[in-house]
């Protein structure tokens, strides 16, 4: 992996400059763990399998170099298997407009299969599609689309390369798909609601061909950790690690999770003057934090924070947070340091951001209330495992010997259901 990740980026460069075909894998804007090494584990695939490949096979990070200090757990799992960031290659380092309009680019989207209005020109590249979110739209007869509602889609990946030539997959790519399916997946805890029977069958995979790979518990607690570490970030960077912002009239909301507890954050030399300068230097007219932090059995605990230095919006906002039915967050306020900030304690801590929004947005009414446009995001956040997005699956995991492992993919990989005769 480490050797084609330094070339790739040198084969970008040399086929810009000779007018040659690029094939780049990319995932969606977030840039999260599953979008990265899916990115990462699938261009290695293509590039390993693609008979007499006439293109260079690049996977692109979708997010700007500079932001990739916000995507900590991604950062921890490349630096142990030895993959240098300076191998990779960023959205904000390679033209794809550009590429597009010389006609040079095909495009594999993982994680994700519809672009954003800014990238819309870009759909007559897309060639083949690998989600694990429902479809939206259909696709033109030529892209291939693999979708299904596993817990990663690093679950997908691992179906792909495992049905590929034996060989091809390597320690350092196996490392880097096992440590994401377990974080997506919550270390395969049925109790989460997240994990499905295939990511189950792909970490029992990767485990049989790699039995030097870190434990379970481990890396899901490494990353785990990694992933809601941020000692390292300044306020403004806690604030933008995973940010949405929603419009009401004529006014920005700022809607940032923040992972550690309330008491934590309040006490960080200078934070007013951070919060103000943060609002300030986006035009956001006031900012709600629900800051998560999670107990020794991975329990999560939410409490609230109301900032604006508008009055009328902070009560405004406070009140339909604190007066909310669908879901009730079962507030109790807590004693603020400043009177533009309003605390609480939220006693409904399976209400995540995702339930709080619609709340909100129906607070302040204009074009990003309920029924309206989707959330603005800058920069896109990051998506959090169901700890924290909580999903409905909630199904216990069955017991699986390496046969079982082994039968159950080739039966996916074929479009066989699982139980199907053979």
């Known amino acids: 992996m480490e050797r084609f990740l330094e070339g790739s980026r040198a084969a970008l460069e040399e086929h810009v400059r000779q007018h040659q075909e690029i094939h780049v894998v990319m995932g969606n804007e977030a840039c999260d763990l599953d979008s990265a090494v899916s990115a990462l584990a699938l261009a290695y695939f293509l590039a390993k399998t693609s008979p007499a490949p006439r293109a260079a096979f690049v996977p692109v990070l979708n997010i700007p170099r500079a932001d990739f200090a916000l995507r900590t757990e991604t950062r921890f799992l490349l630096r142990q298997e030895g993959l ?28 994700h299969h519809v672009l954003p209005g800014a990238d819309a020109a870009l759909d007559e590249a897309v060639v083949e599609i690998l989600d694990h979110r429902p479809l939206e739209r259909e696709r033109a007869a030529g892209c291939r689309v693999t979708a299904a509602p596993v817990g990663s889609c690093a679950t997908l990946v691992t179906e792909r390369i495992a049905q590929g030539p034996p060989g091809v997959l390597d320690r350092a790519t196996a490392a880097l798909l096992h440590g994401t399916i377990l974080l997506d997946c919550v270390n395969l805890s049925p109790a989460a609601g997240k994990v499905t029977p295939r990511d189950v069958a792909c970490v029992s995979l990767l485990e049989e061909r790699f039995p030097e790979l870190p434990a379970r518990d481990s890396i899901f607690q490494a990353l785990q950790e990694a992933k809601f570490d941020v000692s390292g970030l300044t306020t403004e960077q806690m604030l933008r690690k995973d940010l949405k912002v929603l419009s009401g009239d004529e006014l920005l909301l700022a809607v940032s999770a923040v992972y550690v507890d309330l008491e934590t954050f309040l006490r960080r030399p200078g934070l007013l003057r951070d919060l103000e300068a943060f609002c300030h230097a986006r035009g956001y007219a006031g900012l709600v934090a629900m800051s998560i932090s999670f107990s020794q059995h991975n329990e999560p605990s939410r409490q609230l924070a109301v900032y604006s230095q508008n009055e009328t919006l902070r009560s405004t906002v406070c009140r339909a947070l604190e007066e909310a039915t669908a879901p009730s967050l079962s507030l109790q306020p807590l004693l603020s340091p400043w009177p533009c900030l309003g605390t609480y304690t939220q006693g409904n801590a399976l209400a995540s951001r995702k339930k709080v929004l619609p709340i909100l947005r129906a607070a302040l009414g204009g074009p990003g209330a309920a ?5 603005e995001v800058v920069p896109p956040p990051t998506p959090m495992n169901s700890l924290v997005e909580e999903c409905p699956l909630a199904q216990p995991v069955p017991p699986l010997c390496p046969q079982d492992v082994l039968e159950r993919v080739s039966r996916i990989a074929a479009g066989q259901p699982p139980g199907s005769p053979k």
């Open 84 to 111: 240098p960031s300076a191998s990779l290659v960023f959205r904000d380092e390679i033209d794809l407009g550009g590429l597009h309009g010389a006609g040079l680019l095909s495009l594999t989207l993982v994680d």
């Open 371 to 375: 029924g309206g446009p989707e959330e």
